[in-house]
């Protein structure tokens, strides 16, 4: 009788549902580590246009009536609040990025006021428009 060479059916078996079972394990915390970098870099985003507002705000003596004013290269005439602005008092801009807009909301991909970022202007609040975290909180609510 001669003896083959190769594996049995039995072995490839084995191997396929072990390669199947670190599968199972892996990729969903793959799948998982991308959106909790999202949600790490959205609320670094809200903290420095947070910071940007507050820095508006204690310089001009009001909040930004537009969000885009933090991002200005002149003071606006007034503020949400009615406050008129001098500008000799203005240090602008409070923020700059790479392209000239506001951060883009990692988890919706777009910078827009209103659909991607919530802005209250008499507050000064800013917040990510509506979802949920891994961790079951609103992203409207950090």
């Keep these: 009788m001669k003896r083959r060479s190769g594996f049995t059916l039995i072995e490839v078996l084995i191997v396929i549902v072990v390669i199947a079972i670190?599968?199972?394990?892996?990729?969903?915390?793959?799948?998982?580590?991308?959106?909790?970098?999202?949600?790490?870099s959205l609320r670094a985003h809200l903290q420095e246009v947070r910071n940007a507002v507050g820095l508006f705000?204690?310089?001009?003596?009001?909040?930004p009536a537009a969000l885009a004013d933090i991002m200005a290269t002149s003071a606006p005439a007034t503020g949400a609040n009615g406050v008129t602005?001098?500008?000799?008092?203005?240090?602008?801009?409070?923020?700059?990025?790479?392209?000239?807009?506001?951060?883009?909301?990692?988890?919706?991909?777009?910078?827009t006021v209103g659909t991607d970022w919530v802005?209250?202007?008499?507050?000064?609040?800013?917040?990510?428009?509506a979802g949920t975290a891994v961790d079951g909180t609103d992203y409207s609510n950090w």
């Design 119 to 129: 802005y209250t202007a008499t507050t000064g609040a800013i917040k990510a428009k």
């Design 85 to 111: 602005f001098n500008a000799n008092d203005f240090r602008g801009p409070y923020l700059t990025t790479a392209d000239g807009n506001l951060p883009d909301n990692p988890i919706s991909g777009g910078n």
């Design 57 to 63: 705000q204690a310089q001009m003596g009001d909040y």
């Design 22 to 40: 670190l599968a199972a394990i892996v990729v969903p915390r793959l799948l998982g580590a991308g959106r909790e970098a999202r949600e790490a």
